[in-house]
């Protein structure tokens, strides 16, 4: 099976930090795909099917929480593990992250070291 993870931040500097932050995993066949907004996000969910997504919040053209609610609510597509990644850490966003079906919910800045191990144990590494 193709492992992919999908990154999706509107940021470049959080993308290239993620990429570094998981490019260990690519030895290990990990597939890494990028995305700058929620609409690109949306179609290589569709298209690509990664087993993991990690979804900034708040992005142009689409937010990450409707990332999130098409995936998992409109489309049903409930093999994909979604990890909401957000600067804002207020309960709103973290109740908000569970109604649209995320299926974790984390602050930046982020640890490294967390977001590669919750990465080997989303794909059984």
């Known amino acids: ?7 999706v931040d509107d940021e470049p500097h959080v993308r290239l930090l993620m990429e570094q932050t998981l490019e260990e995993l690519e030895d290990e066949g990990v597939e890494l795909l990028f995305a700058d907004n929620g609409e690109v996000a949306l179609n290589l ?6 087993q993991l997504v990690f979804l900034d919040v708040m992005m142009p053209k689409m ?3 409707d ?3 098409t995936v998992k609510n409109q489309l ?3 093999d994909v593990y979604i ?9 709103f966003d973290r109740q908000k992250s569970i ?3 995320a299926d974790m919910y984390t602050t930046k800045p982020f640890d490294p070291d967390e977001i590669t191990e919750k990465a080997r144990e989303v794909l059984a590494l």
């Open 1 to 7: 099976m193709n492992l992919k993870i999908l990154i």
């Open 45 to 50: 969910i569709k298209n690509e099917r990664p």
């Open 76 to 78: 049903n597509i409930s």
């Open 99 to 101: 109604e649209v079906g």
């Open 63 to 65: 937010n990450g929480f």
């Open 67 to 69: 990332v999130c609610n």
């Open 83 to 91: 990890i909401m990644l957000t600067a804002k850490g207020q309960e």
